[in-house]
């Protein structure tokens, strides 16, 4: 629960922090994916680290949240940081086109979509300062 409860607050703090310097509201981004750190990677690392921390790194749960973990962070990094650059450069293309192209109508595709390496790692260090903290805690 208290996964959740971070990753919920990160988003509101991205969302207020967005909002502040943009003089503007964005409710999108409360849902939104991309930007520093990585919500995703601090979830699955704080459940991996949690589960370690309770129930041992010998047991099948560890392996499967860790697996999880692997996964989700190469899809952060590779996959999805991948496509937002396509649709950054698909976006381009479209702007370069006749405003008489049928194309040229075309809502612009959301191009914030993965992470950088750098965000993903900030994530996963602070998904294992939330588990350690809530070891701690309890």
């Given at each position: 629960?208290?996964?959740?409860?971070?990753?919920?607050?990160?988003?509101?703090?991205?969302?207020?922090?967005?909002?502040?310097?943009?003089?503007?509201?964005?409710?999108?981004?409360?849902?939104?994916?991309?930007?520093?750190?990585?919500?995703?990677?601090?979830?699955?690392?704080?459940?991996?680290?949690?589960?370690g921390l309770q129930e041992g790194i010998g047991g099948s749960a560890f392996t499967v949240?860790?697996?999880?973990?692997?996964?989700?962070?190469?899809?952060?990094?590779?996959?999805?940081?991948?496509?937002?650059?396509?649709?950054?450069?698909?976006?381009?293309?479209?702007?370069?086109?006749?405003?008489?192209?049928?194309?040229?109508?075309?809502?612009?595709?959301?191009?914030?979509?993965?992470?950088?390496?750098?965000?993903?790692?900030?994530?996963?260090?602070?998904?294992?300062?939330v588990a350690l903290l809530m070891k701690t805690s309890s």
């Amino acid at each position: 629960m208290w996964i959740v409860c971070r990753n919920f607050a990160h988003h509101c703090s991205l969302f207020f922090e967005k909002s502040y310097k943009e003089k503007r509201w964005d409710t999108r981004r409360m849902l939104g994916s991309g930007g520093m750190p990585s919500s995703q990677s601090a979830t699955v690392t704080a459940l991996a680290v949690a589960i370690g921390l309770q129930e041992g790194i010998g047991g099948s749960a560890f392996t499967v949240a860790l697996v999880l973990a692997c996964v989700v962070m190469y899809d952060a990094t590779e996959v999805r940081l991948h496509a937002g650059r396509q649709a950054e450069l698909l976006n381009q293309i479209v702007c370069d086109l006749p405003p008489g192209h049928p194309v040229s109508i075309v809502r612009p595709l959301r191009d914030s979509l993965g992470h950088t390496p750098l965000q993903v790692l900030a994530g996963s260090i602070l998904g294992c300062i939330v588990a350690l903290l809530m070891k701690t805690s309890s």
